[in-house]
């Protein structure tokens, strides 16, 4: 079904180390936090077929998880190769991933230019109003140096918002793409 799809999507999804990547793809594919989930050395990339409001198709996402290492760079490259969408994603608890995140964007349009993408904090459940450490201004301010069509503030190991994301990506590449 795959090679005769046109609804055919890769998605990478990309942000410092230890950022919870892979728990989102994991939380997304199999609605489970897995708690010792190692680093990811290179990639990693997962199917998923999509049913979205409105669209009569069924679309194929192909999500690709990238190591966030500095050292896997140039490893990175390749992977981007085809990509359809970005998922930006940092950690709510650590204001360096967050700051980041605008040296990704260069290496991400460097190599595909400027494709749909959202802006992801994760770790929620790690925050509450009073350790806040990232302001919604600033966050709101880095969205629009993104191009981000949608922020969102995820927990991987309880499952808040991972589908919102990956179903607004979905829907942003479907209306990019097919217009």
């Known amino acids: 079904m795959v090679g005769s799809n046109q609804f055919f999507y890769k998605v990478c999804i990309v942000g410092d180390s230890e950022v919870g990547k892979t728990t989102l793809i994991n939380q997304y594919l199999k609605r489970r936090f897995v ?6 050395i290179g990639s ?5 077929y999509v049913k979205i409001p409105n669209v009569k198709n069924v679309l194929t996402l192909q999500v690709w998880d990238l190591a966030g290492q500095p050292r896997f760079r140039w ?4 992977f981007y190769k085809g990509a359809k969408g ?3 994603t940092y950690d709510l608890t650590r204001r360096e991933t967050f700051d980041s995140l605008l040296t ?4 991400v349009e460097s190599k595909i230019g400027v494709q749909p993408n959202v802006l992801v904090g994760n770790k929620l459940d790690l925050i509450n109003h009073e350790t806040r450490i ?8 880095l969205k629009q140096a993104l191009t981000a069509r949608e922020y969102f503030e995820t927990s991987a190991k309880l499952g808040t918002k991972v589908e919102d994301v990956f179903s607004k990506l979905a829907l942003e590449m479907y209306n990019t793409f097919n217009e």
């Open 35 to 40: 708690p010792d989930a190692q680093r990811t």
């Open 44 to 48: 990693n990339f997962f199917v998923k």
């Open 75 to 78: 490893v990175r490259y390749a």
């Open 86 to 88: 970005i998922v930006y």
């Open 104 to 107: 990704w964007k260069e290496e």
């Open 134 to 141: 990232i302001r919604l201004e600033d966050t709101n301010n």
